[in-house]
């Protein structure tokens, strides 16, 4: 039985959230309504806007209106929303129309030259949480065009995704060499498919539907005997994080395609027994597997990622997992600090060397959001509510 308190906990980190500035909530300001990277505990400034942050921010927002029926949320995520579109490539611009600015780098007073692909895809996933809540009409342009662009630019024959492109002097091209676990055709960007999927519920287009099933079909290459997928095709290294992202994908496939999905079950269940096992007693993740033998980076982002997806199954014989990986999360929340920055967040990773373990001393901002969003969801589920896919985002 879990001993920490999950409406204690999530006081803390939603107050952080709304509090803190890791929201841009200076009106006026270029980067209005934009979600940052991450800050320094030590120097107190935050390095960067972060669009991919942004729409995973959306999608928390709303979570949070949904289930507190405070307007505070569904403004901030708006605001968001209204970032995302402005810093979104338009038709006008050459090759790139529909991608999104990867964020603002304040120190350097402009906006970076790199785009993702992988961010593309979360930001149309946020946009379209937005419309399905409040069906503001404006979206449905961006989420066309952000969707157009990974359906008939971004992805390869094979359903796998160009990772980068940069846009300088009016030319934008595609970058592929980058770290090694966000290179192209990478297990990550399986996830892609939730945005895709969305904007075929939005557009009707069903090149976006395909393109998903697309996306899908290639990452089953990528998965172990054991159930672990990948980083790339020739690597025997597991991202944890990257192996959640795909597993989310799965789930919420299946969950939306019904039948047409039913071919990714196994791989599925297969990802689950994976995680099962290999988590640690504690509750929690190395970043990386095959796990190194004297130094560990233990992760806040897989182990919340891990719970969301387990509570997602609705399933009773995965509750001990799900409580395991909540129990260990409640232990890295900062609570005492005096510092606004920090104060209510989560921390990001632990390094571990032998028996030592300190924290990170940065604070980066979707860790917290995955793991608010796992609390909200253990919350749901103390009150019987039954997910599926449709949860996740």
């Known amino acids: 039985m879990y001993q920490w308190n999950p409406d204690r906990i999530l006081a803390a980190s939603v107050s952080w959230l709304k509090h803190s500035g890791i929201i841009n909530r200076e009106v006026g300001s270029r980067t209005f309504g934009a979600f940052h990277y991450g800050c320094s505990l ?5 390095f960067q806007t972060y669009s991919e942050i942004t729409g995973y921010g959306i999608s928390l927002l ?24 402005e810093v979104q490539l338009k038709d006008s611009d050459s090759g790139g129309a529909g991608a999104f600015a990867h964020g603002y780098l304040y120190q350097d007073k402009h906006y970076s030259s790199d785009y993702f692909s992988f961010d593309t895809g979360i930001c149309l996933s946020g946009l379209a949480d937005l419309y399905f809540d409040t069906e ?10 952000a969707a157009t662009w990974l359906a008939t630019a971004a992805q390869y024959e094979d359903g796998s995704f160009r990772a980068r492109y940069e846009k300088r002097d009016g030319d934008f091209k595609p970058l592929p060499e980058f770290a090694d676990w966000f290179n192209d055709s990478c297990g990550l960007h399986a996830k892609c498919s939730l945005g895709l999927i ?6 009707a287009k069903p090149e976006f539907k395909a393109a998903a099933l ?7 290459s990528l998965q172990t005997e054991e159930g672990a997928f990948t980083l790339h095709k020739g690597s025997d290294d597991v991202y944890t994080h990257a192996h959640c992202y795909v597993l989310e994908a799965l789930l919420f496939t299946i969950s939306t395609l019904g039948s047409e999905a039913e071919k990714y079950k196994t791989a599925a269940q297969k990802a689950v027994d994976w995680l099962i096992g290999t988590m640690n007693p504690d509750g929690s993740f190395y970043r990386y597997y095959p796990a190194r033998r004297f130094f560990h980076e233990v992760v806040t982002d897989a182990t919340s990622q891990t719970a969301r997806l387990l509570l ?10 799900s409580e395991k990986a909540l129990t260990y999360l409640a232990e890295q929340q900062w609570r005492h600090l005096a510092s606004v920055h920090a104060r209510g967040c989560f921390t990001s990773k632990r390094y571990k060397i032998n028996k030592l373990s300190v924290p990170a001393l940065k604070i980066m901002s979707w860790p917290t959001i995955f793991t608010i969003h796992a609390f909200l969801m253990f919350k749901m589920r103390l009150k019987n509510v039954k997910f599926g896919g449709r949860e996740l985002f």
């Open 312 to 321: 997602s199954l609705s399933d009773d014989a995965l509750n001990k997992y």
């Open 136 to 145: 503001w009409a404006p979206l449905v342009e961006p989420i066309d065009r």
């Open 62 to 85: 709303l979570r949070l209106y949904r289930q507190k029926a405070d307007t505070v949320f569904l403004n901030l995520a708006i605001n968001a929303a209204k970032h995302l579109v």
């Open 198 to 203: 969305k904007a075929w519920e939005i557009t």
């Open 42 to 46: 030590l120097r107190k400034n935050y």
């Open 214 to 220: 697309k996306s899908m079909d290639w990452v089953l």
